[in-house]
């Protein structure tokens, strides 16, 4: 008698090949769990909360959620048209960034095309592609940055997508203007560059960027931005993309019509506005990271420049060790093992009293390590990943 075949079975191998995404861990559950009060510094949240404005907007429009959502998204696109002097047809909508790299993928891979981007970047890039049935290819990084040389070198025939977060999620680098213009005009009409600046409106750098440029006069070129960093609203799920008119048309086709909620929409609408917040997170952040960049080398820690609202830390142990001490002291960080770096950490800036809470947490682990024998973290340097 034959075996009976498994559901397993059935689930063709590009799927079953994926890695699952690892998402940082949920402070009720931690709370929960260890009977702690926990701070989550994980996910690359907003520490001030969502845009209060926003808030306001979407209590206005609670009662009308028995309707479906504007398909087209209208007055939120127009008024990201007007902001960024786009055309309305270049602008489309995403249940977050990440739906529109999805969908991305979608559109512009299948089998025997590849999806190009560097190692440690955005691991949705990945899942996107192999889910798309396409074939990812991963170029070394250089200094913990995006090698865009490397990238243009390996740029082939079947090479439809070039992704690049700008900075890059988990290293907080970034790559310039003047080095993503040279990359650009390598590439063939063929390969489509998508630049990821979900963290963009924290960047403070001279030569950071002039995507909405490439925007409006480039075929071969799509820009994502999000509503969930600066803007607060993690938890709506909104997000957009902005590139040549027969690209968003070819996403509208493949995605779910009602794929952005009303309040995500009427949300983002009031918090584009929201001046005030924006500056306030921006400002919050910088101080977060000029704390991180002060006191961690006190510790015998040191992190690289971050442009981003989080750190990249090599912290010269097992991080998933660590991420489980700290853990234990109420803090929610994100061990970087399942994408291949098991020596480091990522850290979301948080309010100054979270950061506070967390560089304590971290010399009370630094001060058990070393009381137990373990290498401090200077003697180690250099054997992380
Ligand atoms: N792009 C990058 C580089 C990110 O790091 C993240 C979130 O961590 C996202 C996109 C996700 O954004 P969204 O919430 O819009 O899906």
Same mark, same amino acid.
């Not at 030569?207 to 995507?211: G, N, Q, T």
């Given at each position: 008698m034959t075996a009976k075949r498994g559901l397993g079975d059935l689930i063709p191998a590009h799927i079953a090949s994926i890695r699952p995404y690892v998402p940082g861990r949920p402070i009720e559950e931690v709370e929960r769990e260890l009977g702690v009060e926990a701070i989550k510094l994980?996910?690359? #949240?907003?520490?001030?909360?969502?845009?209060p404005q926003a808030v306001e907007a979407m209590k206005r429009f609670l009662?009308?959620?028995h309707r479906y959502p504007d398909a087209s998204g209208y007055y939120l696109r127009a008024k990201l048209s007007e902001r960024h002097a786009v055309?309305? #047809?270049q602008i489309t909508l995403g249940a977050g960034s990440t739906e529109l790299i999805q969908l991305m993928a979608r559109v512009l891979l299948g089998p025997g095309n590849e999806g190009l981007t560097s190692e440690y970047s955005f691991v949705m890039f990945a899942q996107a592609v192999q889910a798309a049935g396409g074939k990812l290819v991963e170029v070394p990084m250089k200094e913990w940055r995006f090698d865009l040389e490397g990238l243009a070198e390996r740029v082939g025939p079947r090479t439809r997508l070039v992704y690049i977060a700008n900075p890059n999620n988990p290293t907080g680098t970034l790559v310039t203007a003047t080095e993503i213009d040279r990359l650009l005009a390598q590439l063939p009409d063929a390969t489509t560059l998508m630049i990821d600046e979900?963290?963009?409106?924290y960047v403070d750098h001279p030569?950071?960027?002039?995507?909405l440029d490439y925007v409006r006069r480039q075929p071969n070129f799509l820009l994502l931005r999000t509503f969930s960093k600066v803007h607060g609203l993690a938890g709506l799920r909104i997000g957009y993309a902005m590139g040549h008119p027969d690209l968003i048309a070819a996403i509208d086709k493949v995605r779910s019509p009602f794929n952005v909620s009303r309040l995500a929409q009427v949300a983002a609408l009031a918090a584009l506005d929201d001046d005030e917040h924006i500056r306030r997170s921006v400002e919050s952040n910088r101080r977060g990271l000029e704390l991180f960049a002060r006191e961690l080398p006190r510790l015998g820690l040191s992190c690289i420049p971050s442009f981003a609202n989080f750190i990249f830390l090599e912290?010269?142990?097992d991080a998933q060790e660590d991420f489980q001490a700290l853990l234990k002291l109420g803090v929610i960080v994100r061990p970087l093992g399942f994408m291949g770096l098991p020596r480091a950490m990522r850290v979301t800036v948080g309010t100054e009293e979270e950061n506070r809470r967390f560089l304590e947490a971290l010399k009370k682990l630094l001060a058990t390590r070393s009381a137990h024998g373990v290498p401090d973290i200077q003697s180690v340097r250099g054997q992380s990943t």
């Open positions: 994980a996910s690359n #949240e907003n520490p001030l909360g969502p845009s009662e009308g959620s055309p309305m #047809e979900a963290y963009g409106d030569d950071y960027s002039h995507s912290i010269g142990n």
